[in-house]
């Protein structure tokens, strides 16, 4: 797929203590100077983040957290704390708003979408994160108040689920011919044998399967899913391959979601940006402009405003001109 192209990396010339005195400058007084925030925050890495905070707590005693939250409310505050907090923390938290948020009767697909581009390993240490944080573990919140067809799948990612690590070319034969032999109908959640492939591969399992059943049969596998008679099951089958098929894809799609149509999913949108910032974002937002024809700052201009917007923009990264 090509190298990642972060849209975040670590300062050159970094010192930590005076970006500490600088931000500290910036919430003295009346009001605070938000572009100093940003520019600090959207212009160093998350270990330099993180330095800057203990300096800050040195030179100060204060917890820089804590400063922020007395300074600036809202999702820019939201986009700040993700920005600055433990990773494993930072992805329990927002699973932990989508599963026990305020509108209840949660349902599977939003849980699923987050846990399936993520590998065994990286869904253990948050599950880890999540019960030293809510003192419950994921897997008991999701029993409790998850609900849809796709709910053991949820259940069987955040469980420690034993994941098969092995690439030869006969597996990817043999499980290539499994998906030929499906019919659309064969495409639901009771199918035990089709949802461990799609649950208990690695990552590069995955995707090497579904690129030889493209070359095998000529057809995207997504395309099959998609004639699914069942929308709800559809949903869910579209996340879980789409997630395995291409990350950049994947994302650029949630993200495109998240500000279509009326009002915006914010904690999806600030999840995304700061999860991908320092990895792969340019490429996601590269394939975000070829897809929906539109810059992916464009279209946060658009939907979002003042500070938090200004922020999400800086992560993302200045605009390069589309090329043919």
């Known amino acids: 797929m090509g ?6 990396v670590a300062a050159t010339e970094f010192n930590a203590d005076k970006d500490a005195e600088q931000l500290y400058e910036a919430f003295k007084g009346f009001g605070t100077n938000e572009n100093i925030v940003t520019s ?10 993180q330095s800057i905070q203990e300096a800050y707590k040195s030179k100060y005693n204060k917890d820089l957290v804590q400063e922020i939250r ?18 494993a923390d930072f992805h329990a938290k927002h699973l932990q708003r989508i599963i026990c948020g305020v509108l209840p009767g949660c349902k599977d697909i939003p849980v699923l979408e987050v846990l399936s581009p993520l590998s065994s390993v990286e869904r253990n240490v948050i599950a880890s994160a999540y019960a030293e944080l809510f003192k419950k573990t994921l897997a008991d919140d999701v029993e409790a108040k998850v609900s849809g067809p796709f709910k053991a799948a949820v259940l069987t990612l955040v469980g420690g689920n034993d994941v098969n690590q092995s690439l030869t070319s006969q597996k990817v034969e043999s499980d290539t011919n499994f998906l030929v032999s499906l019919k659309a109908e064969d495409w639901t959640p009771e199918n035990t044998t089709l949802m461990d492939f799609l649950l208990k591969n ?8 579904i690129n030889s059943y493209k070359t095998t049969t000529n057809t995207d596998l997504l395309e099959v899913v998609k004639t699914q008679p069942k929308e709800i099951y559809r949903e869910g089958f579209k996340v879980l391959v789409e997630a395995a098929q ?15 149509g009326i009002g ?3 904690s999806k949108l600030i999840y995304i940006i700061v999860f991908r910032c320092e990895s792969d974002l340019g490429n996601i937002a590269d394939t975000f402009q070829q897809t929906f024809n539109c810059s992916l700052q464009s279209f946060i201009r658009d939907d979002t405003s003042g500070d938090y917007g200004n922020l999400l923009i800086a992560l993302v990264g200045p ?4 090329t043919n």
């Not at 690695?202 to 399967?209: H, T």
């Open 3 to 8: 190298d990642k192209k972060p849209t975040v």
């Open 40 to 49: 600090i925050f959207a212009g160093r890495s998350l270990e330099q983040r």
């Open 70 to 87: 007395s300074e600036v409310s809202g999702n820019y505050l939201m986009a700040l704390e993700g920005l600055i907090e433990d990773p």
């Open 202 to 209: 690695n990552p590069m399992a995955l995707f090497a399967v």
């Open 246 to 260: 291409d990350h950049w894809m994947y994302f650029a799609k949630q993200l495109y979601q998240s500000m279509k």
């Open 264 to 266: 915006t999913n914010d």
């Open 319 to 322: 605009e390069v001109a589309a």
